[in-house]
């Protein structure tokens, strides 16, 4: 018997609470970026930096400077005043990984007439120079109601695991930056698995590490690529956390439910 047959033996079953429904669980796995941390707090930051990075190094060559919205072709947006003011959950900067940003990147190097090779390794370098910015700032937040759901999981008996299309090494960082990396038993960026968000392999990965089945874990994030991913894998509820239900709600076709925040979850027992 393998440890997927195995998990609804060794777990306790919670009961979760959404949208008026209810679903046995025995797992939680969340999306990091814009579901446990604030995405434009730190991603807003860490693309303009690299952007200007990316730009200064343009002018260096003598070549002609990046479009001045590239960071809104990539999902950010901007107020009226031109501060950041939130992102599009369906982007490449929401949904993509870094070495997919990094082609974007690259991509208009060499449409700038840098060579292809220049502009991936110029792309890379300027990456470097924006991550050791922000392990400097340790620019990262929590979103609202994280931290006592997770510890409301941790009561219930839940297994909890990270599904995110960041690299491994730079999601556990920043988990511990945020203080909640003891509630997680496993963590799975992009770089452990051969094909990311939509397709299903996070979720499989995550759940065999904890010994449940997929059918037995709910999935939480922030875009539909989330929710398809979720599906995919015969999740047992593909929950959508948005900025404001209403507004959101078309955005996540995929999802069985869409929430504001955590406080429209609960836990109890399996009756």
Request: hydrophobic share 40%; charged share 25%; glycine share 8%.
């Amino acid at each position: 018997m393998n440890s997927t047959e195995s998990g609804s033996n060794r777990y306790p079953a919670a009961t979760l609470g959404v949208a008026g429904k209810e679903f046995a669980i025995e797992a939680i796995l969340f999306d990091k970026d814009g579901t446990l941390m604030d995405f434009i707090y730190t991603w807003g930051t860490w693309g303009e930096r690299l952007l200007a990075r990316f730009s200064s190094e343009l002018a260096k060559r003598r070549r002609p400077p990046l479009p001045s919205d590239l960071l809104q072709l990539w999902g950010i947006r901007y107020d009226a005043e031109g501060q950041i003011s939130g992102y599009d959950r369906n982007s490449p900067l929401s949904m993509g990984t870094v070495d997919d940003l990094l082609t974007l990147l690259a991509l208009e190097g060499y449409k700038s007439g840098l060579p292809w090779a220049e502009a991936k390794v110029l792309a890379a370098q300027c990456r470097e120079a924006a991550d050791e910015a922000l392990e400097r700032s340790r620019t990262a937040r929590l979103l609202p109601e994280v931290q006592p759901f997770l510890e409301q999981c941790r009561q219930a008996g839940l297994r909890l695991g990270i599904v995110t299309s960041d690299e491994t090494e730079a999601a556990e960082k920043h988990l511990e930056w945020l203080g909640i990396r003891p509630y997680f038993s496993v963590c799975v960026g992009a770089d452990r698995v051969s094909r990311g968000k939509p397709y299903p392999e996070m979720v499989e990965l995550a759940c065999r590490e904890l010994g449940v089945q997929a059918a037995k874990a709910a999935v939480i994030g922030d875009t539909d690529g989330d929710m398809q991913m979720a599906r995919a894998a015969g999740a047992a509820v593909a929950i959508a956390l948005a900025e404001s239900q209403a507004l959101e709600r078309g955005a996540f076709p995929s999802a069985d439910a869409v929430i504001s925040g955590y406080h429209e979850l609960w836990l109890g027992q399996v009756r």
